[in-house]
């Protein structure tokens, strides 16, 4: 398996634009998470799924992100419009039963 | 609520002595906890996890930790350090499976030749 797989791995975004960050779980993972890590709050939950189904989505800052699960194999955190706050690497990560598998991250810089 | 303390967000060691990264905890029920590496520019990557049985959890690249409930500890251990173990340790905690993992703030590992 090619393991989590997250696209794109670096984006750079004028503030104001939307953004989209794409995550391919691992095949048969039942629980997908995002994460957001900076420097200051170090790593932060964002939302959560289990089968497909969004569990917990307190840590989603604002409306202005929005995270989907149409199908078990496919991911989107969408933040709109983004602003230079929002720069930092998101990660998305799958589970089977407790162990969880990251991606590599995608950075985001909002200029 | 979950949390996780890691004591120490600085760690420097020489090359050959031994590492120790702290981790406490807090879990209202039997936590699963867990020990991950971050590499520059990389993901996270599990070291080791306990979740029932013995207390004392083997992982990769010669890395252990001891689960102590009384204590409400999972400290990281390696006898000697290598250079490639310079990388970022964040220890987690969850309550069951695919629950939301809560992370420490982390430590960085700095090895001196």
């Known amino acids: 398996d090619a393991g989590v797989i997250q696209s794109p791995r670096h984006e750079v975004t004028e503030m104001g634009q939307e953004v989209t960050l794409r995550c391919k779980p691992i095949s048969g993972h039942n629980s997908l998470f995002w994460y957001r890590q900076t420097m200051m709050r170090g790593l932060e939950l964002l939302i959560y799924f289990n089968n497909n189904v969004p569990i917990d989505d307190s840590g989603m800052p604002e409306d202005r992100f929005s995270a989907k699960m149409p199908n078990a194999s496919f991911s989107t955190l969408k933040i709109q419009p983004s602003e230079p706050r929002d720069s930092a690497v998101y990660f998305c990560?799958?589970?089977?039963?407790?162990?969880?598998?990251f991606g590599q991250g995608t950075r985001l810089t909002v200029v | 609520a979950q949390s996780v303390t890691q004591l120490g967000s600085h760690v420097s060691v020489s090359e050959g002595a031994l590492v120790l990264l702290r981790c406490n905890y807090s879990?209202?029920?039997?936590?699963?906890l867990f020990w991950y590496v971050q590499y520059p520019n990389q993901g996270l990557q599990l070291l080791l996890k306990?979740?029932?049985?013995?207390?004392l959890v083997k992982g990769i690249n010669g890395f252990e930790a001891e689960f102590k409930k009384s204590e409400t500890s999972f400290h990281l251990t390696k006898p000697s350090a290598h250079m490639s173990d310079a990388a970022e340790y964040f220890c987690?905690?969850?309550?069951?499976?695919?629950?939301?993992?809560?992370f420490g703030g982390g430590t960085r590992v700095l090895v001196k030749p």
């Open positions: 987690a905690v969850t309550k069951a499976a695919g629950n939301k993992l809560t």
């Open positions: 306990y979740t029932t049985g013995a207390t």
């Open positions: 879990s209202s029920v039997p936590p699963y």
């Open positions: 990560a799958s589970t089977y039963n407790t162990e969880a598998f």
